[in-house]
């Protein structure tokens, strides 16, 4: 098993933590390997980035992302700058807050759209976590991970005041996908 994924959206959403904690999720505390790369415009906050996560059975020999499996677009500057190296086969999920121009995804089979943001604001009273519903929602629909072993990456990377809100906006983005799946 070798799974591709792309977080993508503006800096400061918190997806470079995404992809730490999916990372440290499949290497920790599910005996798998995987690497994390990340990229982002020269303006750091605000401007497009992604974060790249493999994950594998076996050794990574080139951490690099060419065509993703699983591709998150938080953003639409996001979605039309990474948007292209999609495949026909991959998961593409959408947060319908920021993203509303599809176009670029032709021929794309599974996408996926839903409010990432205001999920996280309605359960959390914060946008601070769409991340973390967004990982919720990621793991929910494909499994690439064990919930319980995203769910101890999370609390093992996020401050101690703020485990709460981050669970219950894990559990929001998890309930949420496998009810559509």
Do not use: W
């Not at 070798?2 to 505390?29: D, N």
């Not at 629909?141 to 485990?163: H, I, M, Q, S, Y």
């Amino acid at each position: 098993m070798r799974k591709e994924i792309v977080l993508s959206g503006f800096g400061g959403q918190g997806l470079v933590l995404g992809g730490i904690i999916l990372a440290e999720a499949a290497v920790l505390y599910q005996g798998k390997q995987a690497t994390h790369t990340q990229s982002y415009g020269p303006e750091a906050r605000g401007g497009a980035s992604k974060s790249e996560v493999i994950i594998s059975d076996e050794e990574v020999n080139y951490p690099e992302i060419d065509c993703p499996d699983i591709f998150l677009a938080m953003t639409q500057d996001a979605l039309n700058k990474y948007g292209e190296a999609v495949k026909k086969e991959s998961i593409v999920i959408i947060d319908t807050e920021y993203v509303t121009d599809l176009s670029v995804l032709k021929d794309i089979k599974r996408i996926y759209q839903f409010p990432i943001t205001e999920i996280s604001k309605r359960e959390t009273g914060k946008a601070l976590s769409a991340n973390i519903v967004a990982l919720g929602i990621i793991v929910g629909l494909t499994g690439v991970v064990e919930k319980d072993n995203l769910e101890k990456a999370v609390l093992k990377r996020v401050p101690p005041a703020t485990k709460e809100m981050n669970l219950k906006a894990l559990n929001a983005g998890f309930e949420l996908a496998q009810k559509t799946n």
